[in-house]
């Protein structure tokens, strides 16, 4: 305890936060139970699938988001979401020892790896995802413990840790990638070693996603890669990679916000701090980086690590929308601000370098800079926690579920219900989806896909689909209308919601579309 009491200091500051996120939040996020819907009916027989109708669909990315809670469904019904929220805590008390260990490795001193520590126990995306039911935590873990393991030289554990994480989340496949190749590097019979292991452990699921679902790929991968991907200046017809690269880059220029505190939810509207702090803030902690990285660089084993936030980086500029899909940075972000550390450990090693003659007060600017970014990434949460508490019971348990209750209720086994929000509607009401971008609708997937890749939007799959049911959005409404303007001639509105919640906390402003939903139902033939 003594030894280590940095990483029992930060495990108890990170559990104490998460259980009280748990206790008074009681988050749940909508892909969560995307997955849990699929465990809910794997327990009740109809099968590991989203919902009755499309035969066996994989519209889960994550197979450790959906087995964790399958098997404690298993033994208690009901219990897949505590499930996960469980596993998020384990995986935060290892992440803490693994992160740890490898600022040891890496030389870090002690001030430097407590902003590491203080990071992965309060920032916002580390908690919140976790908490609400997603496999993000565990994910940091998997990529944590596996980098501790390349830098130990253990290839084994590595192989362990490279199966997980492409179980864990699909685009961890470019770590497993590089780590594979850091292992090669040490020899091919360890790196054949590693490579074996790493099948043993994730081959069983793909085998079994081949055989059940005909086809290896998640289908929400397939969904998003079909309508979230621009390759337009890529194609041959249009070849003009410069301007491709330049448009995505400009577009992709707020990305500055996911490594600061307040702006690393890319939902938030306006922060109480003033941007061009958090700019400068980032420009600060991205030259840190810069810095640990170039110390670190010779360091073996820790090449997959800089490859990922490398690579994750071109990954999201190239092949994501600029907003939304944040649970995808975490342990991107874990492996950041370690860089960070070790560039403030750099710049520590040269202010008392120069200061050894002088009085020592300069040593205490990495302290003190420590502390501040401690503070800086533990205060949203204050601002965080009555927000999400007013948005889980204003508009998820007071909105989106009455509307998935209602729809189950009301729609025949028979019809559809066109929609983009999958998670509440699916899990309350079990009927078929036909969602936009296809996370769990093969129909919508192979309707969009027949579509040129400017026109693969939600009024274009209505258009198309015809769903006996729209439980939509009025800024959807309003697209339908202004693409297809006969189309909702054929719809009749069924029921209007509509609640009043604010997601605005003391100058955090959060954006939310989810306050207003008209049901509408198919009355008529074109």
């Known amino acids: 305890m003594r030894r280590h009491r940095l990483e029992v200091a930060a495990i108890v500051a990170g559990l104490a936060t998460r259980l009280v996120f748990w206790a008074y939040t009681g988050r749940v996020w909508e892909d969560a139970l995307i997955a ?39 033994v208690v019904r ?39 520590m203080s990071y992965l126990a309060f920032d916002f995306l580390q908690v919140f995802y976790g908490m609400s039911g997603m496999e993000t935590e565990v994910a940091v873990a998997i990529v944590l413990c596996g980098t501790l393991a390349g830098l130990r ?16 989340r699909p685009e961890l496949a470019v770590w497993a990638l590089a780590s594979f190749v850091a292992t090669l590097r ?45 390759f337009s200046g890529l194609t041959p017809g249009h070849f003009d990679p410069l301007h491709w690269l330049g448009a ?22 306006h922060a109480p701090v003033p941007d061009p702090l958090l700019v400068a803030l980032a420009i600060l902690l991205f030259g840190l980086a810069l810095l640990g990285a170039w110390r670190t660089r010779g360091v073996r084993g820790w090449g997959p690590s800089l490859f990922l936030c490398a690579a994750f980086a071109v990954y999201r500029i190239a092949l994501l929308p600029e907003d939304y899909f944040d649970w995808y940075w975490p342990p991107v972000l874990a492996l950041f601000m370690t860089l960070v550390a070790a560039g403030l450990d750099t710049a ?76 509440y509607f699916g899990y309350y ?74 997601t605005d906390q003391w100058g955090l402003d959060l954006a939310n579309i989810d306050r207003d939903f008209v049901v509408m139902r198919r009355v008529a033939s074109p």
């Open 36 to 74: 849990l819907t699929h465990v809910r009916n794997a327990v009740n027989g109809i099968g590991l699938t989203s919902h009755p109708g499309d035969g066996r669909v994989e519209g889960f990315s994550s197979p450790i988001g959906v087995l964790v809670p399958l098997a404690s469904e298993v």
């Open 78 to 116: 009901g219990s897949g979401l505590v499930a996960l929220r469980v596993a998020a805590l384990v995986a935060f008390t290892v992440a803490v020892l693994a992160a740890a260990a490898i600022c040891r490795r890496l030389g870090i001193g002690t001030w430097p790896t407590g902003f590491v």
């Open 153 to 168: 030289g253990r290839d084994r554990l590595t192989g362990v840790a490279m199966g997980l994480a492409v179980l864990a």
């Open 186 to 230: 040490r020899g091919g019979r360890r790196a054949l070693g590693a490579a074996a292991v790493a099948l043993l452990v994730a081959l069983p699921w793909f085998i079994f996603a081949l055989l059940y679902y005909r086809n290896p790929i998640p289908l929400s991968v397939r969904a998003k890669s079909t309508s979230y991907t621009d």
């Open 248 to 269: 995505h880059l400009a577009y992709h220029l707020p990305m500055w916000r996911l490594i600061t505190p307040f702006r690393d939810d890319t939902l938030i509207q």
């Open 348 to 423: 520590d090693g040269w202010i008392r370098g120069a200061d050894a003659a002088g009085r020592g007060r300069a040593r205490l600017a990495v302290p003190v800079v420590v502390a501040g970014l401690a503070v800086a990434f533990a205060l949203p949460m204050i601002y965080r926690l009555p927000m999400e508490r007013r948005i889980q019971a204003g508009i998820e348990d007071g909105l989106r579920r009455p509307i998935g209750l209602y729809l189950g209720a009301a729609v025949r086994s028979d019809e559809s219900v066109g929609t983009e929000a999958a998670g």
């Open 429 to 502: 009401s079990n009927v078929r989806l036909m969602d936009y971008p296809g996370l769990t609708s093969p129909v919508a997937v192979a309707i969009l896909r027949q579509a040129p890749p400017e026109q693969r939007d939600l009024p274009y799959l209505m258009n198309r689909a015809r769903p006996a049911w729209l439980a939509v959005r009025p800024l959807d409404i309003e697209a339908i209308r202004r693409e297809y303007p006969d189309l909702l001639s054929e719809y009749r509105v069924e029921r209007e919601f509509h609640v009043d919640v604010s």
